[in-house]
């Protein structure tokens, strides 16, 4: 049998047969990987050796990924010679062709049935995993495997390393077989509604919608979304509430909404105001907001990594490690702006002299400002756990807090620029003349990003050398921006 359609393309089909149709016949469409995507490759990948050390005696099929017929026989190889676990073993329905490479493929001691386990590098199972080992299960069951179980391999974010990473600890299993096998007659009509697909000449029709995001944002959502304006219905509602309001305006325009379908609270607030370009003020509240200020004043924003695999001891999947800050700092209201910044640039645990120099650099009073509270002050709690000594030091610092994005996010300050976002990256250029662009770094997952990639060593020194500069800048533009905005709410007439 000719394989027709893989467990990928079988999610993007499900997501949208359009995307799977110009996926298979317009490799031109398909946007070149950037590095955010790529990081993302590679932790998957290093995610699934991990995975692969959780068992013992393991047998890997290695044909190239475009060789699904070899992958196939030496599965079967591999199944006649008495292997118990096989990684990446492969399997084609011989009735209509869909075909899986499964990252595990277990048997059940002393016997002839098989598990079927799938590695992902998320802390919980989510529905578009079901559909993923449902294909699979379809796939391996058509073609002749007895398969008594079906698993999702997915994170512990309970799991603290210790030395060496334990993939017996940072892993944990979910039994997932009632739901693989409950869609099983769903697959067998999907698969062939997608086969069929694939095999028209013609580019299926198919609307633009909250299925274009859902459950990932589509490769090809820039060329299906030509016509979309920047600001749009989508970024007013959510879902198929969105899709709903666009086909009752017969539009994607903010300023087609209707009176009768204009949400009530902050919603309202953007709509009214983008269709009017007009900017809306809460002035009593803006002056609440800043009787609270106490100087001097420090405008303070963390720079953090959250690898998968988690990279120190004592830390977790995914916690956020602040490893940079940028800190100015202004004594009185017409004072001079003093400006500090730490980055460890060291490859080892960034936390104890990033505490160190943030408690010595926030001094003993005054308000600290941030854009995001929950953020800075749930890393500060976490460096209290791991760091008893400071850990009176940084709960200080979290009793000082004010949170700046408050006014935005209340509406107190609302200008029609920022196209219903109070991100910081859409507020400063709104409300002032700073932003965010021809930056080296322009945001915090890049920052992360990078400086992973130096804690793992794989920057040069050119790279090096380029990325202190790179985060320096940012994060120092990140307080200016605090900076500006309060000078901003303070000069309201």
């Known amino acids: 049998m000719i394989p027709t359609l893989s467990k990928s393309q079988y999610v993007k089909g499900l997501q949208c047969p359009k995307a799977l149709w110009l996926y298979r016949f317009r490799k031109d469409l398909k946007p070149e990987i950037d590095p955010e995507t790529q990081a993302r490759f590679d932790t998957g990948n290093q995610i699934g050796l991990l995975a692969q050390q959780y068992f013992l005696n393991g047998v890997e099929v290695t044909a190239d990924y475009w060789d699904i017929e070899s992958a196939e026989l030496s599965t079967k190889q591999y199944v006649a010679d008495g292997h118990d676990i096989i990684f990446e073993a492969t399997a084609i329905n011989p009735v209509d062709g869909t075909y899986s490479r499964i990252d595990i493929l277990r048997r059940v001691r002393g016997s002839n049935a098989w598990e079927l386990i799938e590695v992902k590098s998320s802390t919980t199972v989510k529905p578009y995993h079901i559909d993923d080992v449902s294909l699979q299960y379809h796939a391996f069951t058509q073609a002749g495997y007895s398969i008594h179980r079906c698993f999702m391999m997915v994170i512990d974010n309970t799991y603290a390393r210790d030395g060496d990473v334990d993939p017996k600890k940072l892993f944990r299993f979910e039994d997932i077989s009632e739901l693989v096998v409950a869609k099983k007659n769903e697959v067998e009509q999907r698969a062939l509604e997608l086969i069929n697909v694939l095999a028209s000449e013609t580019q299926p029709e198919a609307q633009i919608g909250s299925r274009c995001k859902i459950p990932f944002e589509c490769d090809y959502k820039a060329h299906c979304w030509k016509g979309v304006p920047e600001y749009s219905v989508f970024n007013i509602y959510r879902g198929k509430k969105a899709d709903e309001i666009a086909r009752l305006t017969n539009s994607y325009d903010v300023a087609d909404i209707p009176a009768d379908l204009i949400p009530g609270g902050n919603k309202q607030i953007d709509i009214i105001c983008f269709k009017e370009q007009v900017s809306h003020t809460e002035k009593e509240c803006i002056e609440s907001f800043l009787e609270q200020l106490k100087y001097p004043l420090y405008y303070l924003d963390y720079e953090t990594l959250g690898p998968a695999i988690p990279l120190f001891n004592g830390t977790r999947p995914y916690q956020q490690t602040p490893f940079q800050f940028s800190l100015h700092v202004q004594e009185e209201p017409e004072s ?158």
Not at 363 to 392: D, R
Not at 405 to 415: G, M, Q
Not at 465 to 484: H, I, K
Request: glycine residues 6%; contains cysteine.
């Open 336 to 493: 001079e702006l003093r400006h500090y910044e730490f980055i460890h640039k060291a490859t080892s645990d960034p936390r104890k002299t990033f505490a160190e120099s943030l408690i010595k650099q926030c001094g003993n009073c005054g308000s600290i400002i941030v854009y995001k509270q929950s953020f800075e002050e749930g890393c500060n709690i976490k460096l209290a756990e791991a760091l008893p000594k400071y850990a009176q030091g940084l709960i200080k610092i979290n009793q000082r807090m004010l949170d700046l994005l408050i006014p935005f996010s209340k509406r107190w300050l609302y200008h029609p620029d920022q196209m219903g976002s109070a991100s910081l990256k859409f507020v400063l250029p709104a409300l002032t003349d700073l932003n965010y662009e021809d930056m080296g770094i322009a945001g915090g997952m890049e920052a992360s990003r990078r400086y992973q990639a130096f804690v793992e060593g794989k920057l040069s020194e050119e790279e090096i050398v380029q990325l202190w500069n790179d985060l320096s800048t940012y994060c120092e533009r990140d307080t200016f921006a605090m900076v500006a905005l309060v000078e901003v709410l303070g000069q309201l007439p």
